[in-house]
């Protein structure tokens, strides 16, 4: 049995979409749990047995927990291999493994200081210098990505829709709350659009009731 937790437009939004691929490549079920994070649901003793860290996703594979969307699309990529969502040949997924590592331990990271400078420092002016400062890195980091999807064909691995191609969308659509117009980004905006057009995105973006554009102009 596979369970998500996951809180709606939050990084779950990766592996929820994986496992819409797989539902609809293999037929396999899971339950979408929703976590509530403006409530405090993911501090409560109940969710902390679950995940101590105190954050989503946590995909429950009969009972087991698993945090970290790295750890947990590996797992589903292993348990799923007939749904081919990373390269099988050593040196092309190891590439591919860069990418989305960088994506989770540093645009990730970097927009968390943004979003949630209260995480990293006390006193309304350093949060303040935090946001400023963080804004910029991840304007530098989203330019990168943007450069990345000019090989993609038209998905980042190739004909279908994936992983990667779910963090993408995530990471510009948190850009707009760190004041980063997606028009400013021609080239990765038209992408997600491509992206959030496939049925699997499609559908986790209406369970989770998501506006893909989340800035606001001045
Ligand atoms: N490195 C973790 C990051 C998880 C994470 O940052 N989750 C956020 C949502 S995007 C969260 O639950 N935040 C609530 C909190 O930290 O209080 C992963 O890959 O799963």
Not at 82 to 89: D, I, R, Y
Not at 150 to 154: F, L, M, Q, V
């Given at each position: 049995m596979l369970e998500l937790y996951y809180a709606s437009g939050a990084c779950s939004f990766i592996p929820h979409v994986t496992l819409e691929i797989i539902k609809t490549a293999t037929g396999t079920e899971y339950t979408p749990k929703p976590v509530k994070l403006h409530r405090g649901e993911h501090k409560t003793p109940e969710f902390l047995a679950i995940n101590p860290n105190g954050q989503v996703p946590v995909l429950v594979v009969d009972g087991q927990p698993l945090s970290q969307i790295v750890a947990i699309c590996d797992y589903l990529d292993r348990r799923f291999p007939?749904?081919?969502?990373?390269?099988?040949?050593p040196w092309a997924r190891a590439k591919v493994m860069s990418q989305f590592a960088w994506m989770n331990n540093t645009v990730h990271p970097t927009f968390t200081h943004v979003f949630m400078p209260q995480k990293f420092a006390d006193g309304e002016a350093a949060q303040a210098e935090l946001r400023r400062f963080n804004s910029l890195q991840y304007r530098a980091c989203l330019e990168r990505i943007q450069e990345w999807i000019?090989?993609?064909?038209?998905f980042w691995l190739g004909e279908r829709v994936g992983i990667l191609d779910a963090y993408a969308l995530t990471l510009l659509r948190w850009g707009g709350f760190a004041g980063i117009d997606p028009d400013s980004l021609p080239a990765y905006k038209a992408f997600v659009a491509r992206v959030a057009a496939t049925e699997p995105v499609a559908t986790i973006i209406a369970r989770e009731r998501i506006d893909l554009n989340t800035f606001k102009k001045a």
């Open positions: 007939q749904v081919g969502l990373l390269p099988t040949e000019g090989e993609a064909k038209p």
